[in-house]
């Protein structure tokens, strides 16, 4: 057996840790100084880390885990397909049972014609794959100028170069020479923080309204597609006005462009049904898959394709694109065991008639509280926004994320896995919550929001921009 051990002491872990081991989105000095948490263990909806905390994770990993941790079937099913087929290939006219069973799975469950898979290792190849199949695709139909893909501001997309460059993150676009060209970004549907006046839909209206504008501007004849997220995940949980995606929608009907629904964090049952495609009621020509397609147990993503879409890219001759891991077998049977527990356990219809309803009626309620300026939750991914003069929707005077932090050290030190986007406190817990689970939750964010409230207002700091 190998020597990874959980039994070292804490403060031993964390100074190799800090020594070794760079941390994706992390300050490393600020980190070495504090020690990262050490996560040891995990059943259901709890973590428990080296000093023996049982945590409630509230994000399901990084909004992932969605059937929950510690699944022995899912442990059973890798360990069979590792001695049957550990890995092979789908390249070069080859292919493999877990490839083919989850192909078809995924062709039953995702929503109209995507009736075709292209696999990926994660979400941020999946869309690095989407960028060079809508190009290739617009290519094949004598079109090769039409490469502009058009995203919004604050998107999240992934970490690669490409995947980052969809994104509309500027912190990230400020390291490493993003975005590559032929990228555009408009405006997101973020009424609590940009709405002003309007009202919602009439916001909403509005920011769809800016992909029809910027269609225009660059030229049809250049745009090849518009990706979007359902909700915006990592941008904070920005739920969009109700009139902003059937408006989306016709303009991508009314447009020679490809949709493209970014489900890497609303498929899989995260919004109440299986897909954010469902509950929104769009209709994409590609969907990025990834996160919840495996509840997080191995890595995997890919792209759902039309029948329009594939039968162009498979009359076009080679698709010079692929990864080593694309369909890895392991994955694959993880990826179905999964479906096949959220299926036949009813995980998802659980979430839309009784676990969702009631999470939602509990948080938002902490919309009572003085320093939250609106909660918001689809399904069983939410938001709330902290500020200091809620009538006014008032972001605080201090630099974005300053509160968000305090707000989320409070959560730390209460047991909960909360995070903060900026001064967003968001949530995405596993879908297998209990109804006591809600109470844990929303008793620890309550407790957390109020201790932050004080401090906040100790220091000084409860003031508007
Ligand atoms: C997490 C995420 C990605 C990237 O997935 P990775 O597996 O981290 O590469 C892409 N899109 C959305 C919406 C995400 O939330």
Known sequence: MNMITNHLPTKELQALDAAHHIH????????????????????????????????????????????????????????????????????????HVPAIALAKKLAELVPGDLNHVFYAGSGSEANDTNIRLVRHYWAARGKPEKKVIISRKNAYHG???????????????????????????????????????QSPDAFGLERARQLERAIDELGEDRVAAFIAEPIQ????????PDSYWPEIQRICDERE???????????????????????????????????????GYAPIGGSMVSDAVAQVIAEAGDFNHGYTYSGHPVSAAVALENLRILEE??????????????????????ADHPMVGEARIVGMVGSVALSPDKANRAPFATPPGTIGT????????????????????????????????????????????????????????????
């Not at 049952?269 to 996160?291: H, L, Q, V």
């Not at 009813?346 to 009626?361: K, M, S």
Request: aromatic share 8%.
């Open 24 to 95: 994706p989105f992390t300050a490393g000095a600020e980190l070495a100084k504090k020690g990262a948490r050490v996560i040891t263990g995990a059943r259901g909806v709890y973590l428990t880390d080296s000093d023996g905390n049982r945590i409630l994770d509230a994000m399901a990993g990084l909004w992932c885990v969605n059937i929950g941790y510690g699944r022995d079937e899912i442990a059973e099913v890798a360990a069979r397909q590792m001695r049957e087929l550990p890995y092979y290939n789908t390249f070069f006219q080859t292919t």
């Open 159 to 197: 970490s690669t170069v490409a995947a980052a460059s969809l994104g509309g993150m500027a912190a990230m676009h400020a390291q490493g020479g993003l975005p590559i060209p032929d990228i555009h970004h408009i405006d997101e549907p973020n009424w609590y923080a940009q709405g002003g006046d």
């Open 233 to 240: 995940g990592a941008g904070g949980v920005i739920i969009p």
């Open 257 to 295: 462009i490809l949709l493209i629904a970014d489900e890497v964090i609303c498929g899989f049952g995260r919004t109440g049904n299986w897909f954010g495609s469902d509950t929104f009621s769009i209709r994409p020509d590609i969907m990025t898959i990834a996160k919840g397609l495996s509840s």
């Open 345 to 366: 356990e009813a995980i998802i219809d659980t979430v839309r008639d009784d676990i969702a309803p009631y999470l939602r009626e509990k948080w938002l309620q902490l």
């Open 406 to 465: 305090i707000c989320r050290d409070r959560c730390f030190a209460n047991n909960l896995v909360m995070r903060h986007v900026g001064d967003r406190m968001i949530i995405s817990p596993p879908l297998v919550l209990t109804r006591d689970d809600v109470d844990t939750l929303i008793e620890r964010a309550t407790r957390s929001i109020d201790e932050a409230y004080e401090q906040v207002k100790r220091k000084g700091l409860f003031t508007p921009a």
